[in-house]
């Protein structure tokens, strides 16, 4: 029998093809992997399909989902079925340790941060997002109800600190207008794409609003382009190019 699943989202019964939509943008990449330093050895936890990890260290992911570990390509690291609370490794096991947006997604944020402080001997890095700065997409005007489900999962930038012993770096990061990873933010510029039931499917936080307010949205966002009101109050978009929203960049570095 099932024991369910291992964080807030399904990722067994709804992650098939997030692979295809939740692909890893290269610049991120690189402010990732920078991050990580000279470590030769890595633990990737949430690592899902395996977007962002680094191709020239060792590396070990950890993906309670069996859905999601099926989705990492043959070349991918090793897949650990394991959650973030209850690391299977012993203390300093690793140079480093990553966690790619997914943090909000853990039972319990304050353990499996911890876990990856104690698990890795060097830096901690996450790449999550601001709760507090959710209201800059667009997307907070058409849907609150989806901006306040998702302040509801992400922890906040002092609780990441203090849970990781503090002397966190927080950068906010840019993204481009043609990101290929399929969180919110990476569409502010192609608002189509929310039209799309697939794009959809590969944000967990549609899965937190009823599918009345989804369906609402949908509605309103397909009459607002097809008249050209969205383009009016918002189409400077378009040509923007980059957008700092809620997304962050955050750094532990580890004993000194």
């Excluded at 330093?37 to 309670?64: C, H, L, M, T």
């Excluded at 990553?98 to 499996?112: E, F, L, N, P, S």
């Excluded at 601001?130 to 667009?138: I, N, P």
Aim: glycine fraction near 10%; include cysteine.
């Amino acid at each position: 029998m099932s024991a369910g699943p291992a964080g807030d989202f399904d990722y067994d019964r709804a992650g098939a093809g997030y692979a295809t939509v939740r692909r890893t943008d290269p610049r991120i990449a690189a402010m990732v992997h920078a991050a990580l330093g000279g470590a030769g050895s890595v633990v990737n936890v949430g690592a899902g399909a395996g977007s962002y990890e680094p191709a020239d260290r060792a590396v070990v992911a950890v993906e309670p989902s069996a859905a999601m570990r099926a989705q990492r390509p043959a070349s991918a690291a090793p897949a650990v079925a394991a959650v973030a609370e209850r690391l299977p490794f012993a203390d300093g096991s690793f140079a480093a340790a990553m966690a790619t947006v997914t943090v909000h997604q853990w039972r319990d944020h304050i353990a499996g941060l911890r876990e990856l402080r104690r698990v890795s001997s060097g830096p901690v890095v996450l790449l999550t997002f601001d709760g507090d700065a959710l209201d800059r997409l667009w997307l907070a005007d058409y849907v609150p109800e989806l901006r306040d489900a998702e302040r509801g999962r992400y922890p906040s930038m002092a609780a990441i600190d203090a849970a990781l012993g503090g002397g966190t770096v927080v950068t906010e990061v840019p993204i481009a207008p043609d990101c290929p990873d399929g969180f919110t933010e990476a569409y502010y510029a192609r608002p189509e794409a929310f039209l799309e039931a697939s794009v959809r499917r590969g944000q967990s936080a549609w899965g937190f609003v009823d599918g009345g307010v989804e369906e609402r949205f949908v509605a309103r966002l397909r009459a607002d382009l097809d008249a050209g009101a969205w383009d009016l109050r918002y189409g400077y978009l378009r040509t923007q190019p980059e957008f700092v929203g809620a997304l962050r960049l955050v750094v532990q570095r580890g004993p000194a």
